[in-house]
């Protein structure tokens, strides 16, 4: 059974820095493209970063420079590192990948304060 579990989530001032993790589990990690999405209250979800199996990273301009995505295989686990957060960073943040079809967690709210 996949599962994917975030953590690192809460509340933070603008300009703040928070982790967020993604804990992986009945799936072979270290082959998959992960990413984080966020979806704020009356918005799509949205793409957020991406880490291919090779580690190769994009980012939308929205928070290139800001965020950092990274993997740790042999934890099964992947982060985002998220500086100089806004308060339009607050959404409900998601881990997610494909191995045949879409996996989600259950996702983390993140509260940016002005």
């Known amino acids: 059974q996949v599962q994917l579990v975030e953590s690192g989530g809460g509340l933070v001032q603008s300009g703040g820095s928070l982790r967020l993790s993604c804990a992986g589990s009945?799936?072979?990690?270290?082959?998959?493209?992960m990413d984080w999405y966020r979806q704020a209250p009356g918005n799509q979800r949205e793409l957020v970063a991406r880490?291919?199996?090779?580690?190769?990273?994009n980012y939308p301009d929205s928070v290139k420079g800001r965020f950092t995505i990274s993997r740790d295989n042999a934890k099964n686990t992947v982060y985002l590192s998220m500086n100089g957060l806004k308060p339009e960073d607050t959404a409900v943040y998601y881990c997610?990948?494909?191995?045949?079809?879409?996996?989600w967690g259950q996702g983390t709210q993140v509260t940016v304060s002005i």
């Open positions: 997610h990948t494909n191995f045949g079809t879409d996996y």
């Open positions: 009945g799936i072979i990690f270290r082959f998959l493209t």
């Open positions: 880490i291919t199996r090779g580690g190769s990273t």
